[in-house]
């Protein structure tokens, strides 16, 4: 089974930058796709970027052109860089994992806060 551990966020000034990481333990990272989510309060936990086994990635349209995902499969981490970051984008970020051919995220870290002030 693959453990999830993120890092990297904190309090930044809107405009700033973030870079997250989730350090993936057990077997077989490269076969996973992998995602983070982000669940602001009193709002539904949604998708922010996701990066497949085989590296292809896809966004959410309010983070596009500022957050890119990518994952070293040699340090079996998954990458989420966040620029002109905004106070919209705070929230509790989550780091998940599912088998490829998979269609829910089954495997959740902690999640790390990142929050944004004006």
């Known amino acids: 089974q693959v453990r999830l551990v993120e890092s990297g966020g904190g309090l930044v000034q809107a405009g700033a930058s973030l870079r997250l990481s989730c350090a993936a333990s057990?077997?077989?990272?490269?076969?996973?796709?992998m995602a983070w989510f982000r669940q602001a309060p009193g709002k539904q936990r949604e998708l922010v970027a996701a990066?497949?086994?085989?590296?292809?990635?896809n966004y959410a349209d309010s983070v596009k052109g500022r957050f890119t995902i990518s994952r070293d499969n040699t340090k079996d981490t998954v990458y989420l860089q966040m620029n002109s970051l905004k106070p919209e984008d705070t929230a509790v970020y989550y780091c998940a994992a599912k088998s490829t051919g998979y269609s829910a995220y089954y495997i959740w870290g902690q999640g790390t806060q990142v929050t944004v002030s004006s």
């Open positions: 990066v497949t086994g085989g590296g292809s990635t």
């Open positions: 057990g077997r077989a990272f490269s076969s996973f796709d």
